[in-house]
Structures are given as C-alpha cells and as structure tokens.
C-alpha cells in the first residue's frame, strides 16, 4: 500500500489535478492480502479520493492494461472525468526462496496514472482476453482454503516457464499486432514498445518476434526491478521518461500478459 | 514429401546454430540438448517453435518435456510429418 500511496501522489501531482477531482481509484493487484476490503478503498481514502468509486482489480501482469482500458471506458462515457490507475504489488510475501521457476525474477513495486478528459485520443481501443484453458500454467502453489486446511504450506508463486515463454512471445506478439492495427499508427510512428517486463528472454524474443524498427526503444526495467507483475509496465514506463528515452507526446505501445492466462494491449499517448 | 533423417538432423542443426551459436556438426543425434550442448529451456522453446515452422508438425508443450535429445527431437519431427 505504502509503494501505491508513493505513486499515486506522485502521478496526481504530476497532473495537475486535485485528488478530490478523481472519480474512480482502480488498483491492479494480485499480492493485497485482504479477499475484502479492496484495496483501492484504502488507497482512495489515503491518496484524498475518499468518494470516488474504487476496486481492485485481479489479472495479474495484464493488471495495468486492463485498469488503463477502463479508465478509457469510464472516461468515454461520460461517466468520469479523471481515474487514477495503479499496478501495485508485494510479490515477496507470495515467493519461495527455494522455487526455481519464478522466484528470483519477482519483485515489489507500484505505478500509476491519471487517466483524464483529452481534445484527441490518447489511449487506443484495447484489445485483451484471456485463456483459461491454461489456467494452471502461471499461478499459486495452493489456495488459502488449502493452506487453512494445512494441504498446502503458504502460497506462493509458480509458473511452467517453457508454457509460459513460448505463449508470451508468439501469441503475445500477434496481440501487439492487433493493437498497434487497432490504433492506427504504423511500427514507425511508436516511439516506444512497452511489454509487461517478466524476463529479459521473453522480452528480447518479443521485439524481435514483432520486428519493430531500431527508433522503437524496448523498455527493460526488468534489469533493474525485476517482474513486478501488475506494477511492471508503468514502472518500465516512468523509467523511459525519467531516463529521457522517449518523450512525453510519443506513442508507446504497452502489453501486459500473465496469470489466467490473460492479456491486454494498447497504444497510448506518453504523459 | 517427408523429409529423411538426415534432412530433419541437418536442418534442426541449423536452427540450433540460429539460436544458440552452436556450431551444426555438433548437434549429434546422441547428444542431449541440456547436459550436451547446454541449451537451457527457454532457447530450447525457441528451437521447437522454429522447427515447428520449418518441418510443418506441432509440437505440444507437454511434449517439448521428452525431448532429451536429439535423435528424440528429430525422430519426433519425423513421424510427425505431414
């Protein structure tokens, strides 16, 4: 909570706006430990959004992306005029030190945005989905009722990673595809491709795989952060922009893909 | 037309060089990718999506798992083959 409240002061203060304007707080976790109250609830009240609608939402690495596609929606419609989104998560209370399929990738952190009115688009129709047939492919080594009925020690984070290699890049890529299609824009126009940063392999195979041209810079937060699920693809953003590789106006590219299987994928205006 | 053997060994060689560098003549039906050759998973993952490419079989994930070597990779393209 503490890493959310830090980022979202910081994005509200960055725009501009009161946090009393923020109609609705999503945060996009899997790691708050509460099944209720949401987390949002909390980080609304302490970020001074208290009012404003607020829930978590749960689609792991694609988290952010999904939270960025109803912030648009929300916006769209008319039935907000600013939303605050965060990826946040503490992936080291849900890790084995001795688990060798994800462990060491993990790491803690939180990102946010507020998303808000523009005379011109700045966020892309989203495409995203999900593949529950491959359920069991990126997820907990058991329940909570596994671990009260002591079946299982605590949960924590495992994955298939060949399965999950192999569906990040090459599905992945033809997501991208389709969302940078949706936008409008041509390979040449992004300033920036933005992937959910769950390991160097996947990201390198992934850029190579969508063949953008040499000007795109791909984010790799990962080298210095780690895989912070939800949190990731803000995170890697604000470091481009910290670091002044792109430039605010550009157009990035961001994709998010994990646990569920789920996925989602947008072209955005870089604040 | 079914590719021979020979055809299928030269030519996963060749994506292993791709991929990893390794010099083709090293890649010897006896060989096991991991302990052998070093390939470690996630360049084998790449290897498999290549040739399923380049032969035309699907390799299921779960099957990826008993490729230990490379008389298993090439003898599963082979009887796979379209």
Not at chain 2, 71 to 78: E, G, P, Q, R, S
Request: charged share 20%; hydrophobic share 45%.
């Amino acid at each position: 909570m503490d890493l959310a409240v830090e980022a979202s002061n910081e994005a509200i203060s960055k725009s501009g706006i009161d946090p009393s304007e923020i109609d609705a707080v999503i945060l996009a976790t899997i790691s708050f430990p509460y099944a209720t109250p949401s987390g949002a609830t909390m980080l609304a009240a302490e970020v001074g959004a208290n009012d404003a609608a607020a829930y978590d939402i749960s689609a792991a690495c694609a988290g952010y992306c999904y939270g960025i596609a109803q912030a648009d929606a929300l916006i769209r419609s008319g039935n907000s005029k600013y939303v605050l989104v965060v990826g946040g998560e503490k992936l080291s209370d849900f890790i084995s030190p001795t688990d060798r399929s994800i462990s060491f990738l993990l790491g803690d952190g939180a990102g946010a945005a507020i998303v808000g009115p523009s005379d011109h688009p700045g966020i892309s129709k989203t495409v995203w989905g999900s593949d529950g047939t491959n359920w069991d492919k990126v997820g907990m080594t058991g329940s909570m009722l596994d671990f009260r009925d002591g079946k299982t020690e605590w949960p924590t984070l495992v994955q298939e990673g060949q399965s999950v290699f192999r569906w990040a890049v090459w599905e992945m890529v033809k997501v991208a595809k389709d969302a940078l299609e949706a936008s409008g824009l041509e390979p040449e126009d992004l300033s920036a491709l933005v992937t959910h940063q769950a390991n160097v392999r996947i990201i390198d195979e992934f850029a190579k795989q969508l063949g953008l041209p040499d000007t795109v810079i791909v984010a790799k937060d990962i080298v210095e952060t780690g895989n912070t699920s939800a949190a990731s693809i803000p995170l890697a953003m604000h470091r481009l922009l910290a670091e002044g590789k792109v430039k605010s106006g550009g157009f990035a590219l961001q994709i998010g893909f994990g646990a569920g299987l789920a996925y989602a994928a947008q072209v955005v205006e870089l604040p | 037309m079914a590719l021979s053997e020979q055809d299928v060994l030269a030519g996963l060689a060749e994506l292993v060089n791709d991929e990893t560098g390794i010099a083709a003549d090293a890649v010897q039906m006896e060989k096991s990718f991991t302990d052998d050759l070093d390939i470690d998973s996630i360049s084998m993952m790449t290897i498999v999506v290549n040739a399923e490419d380049k032969f035309g079989v699907k390799i299921p994930d779960e099957e990826v798992k008993n490729l230990i070597t490379v008389a298993d990779a090439v003898n599963f393209i082979t009887s796979n083959q379209g």
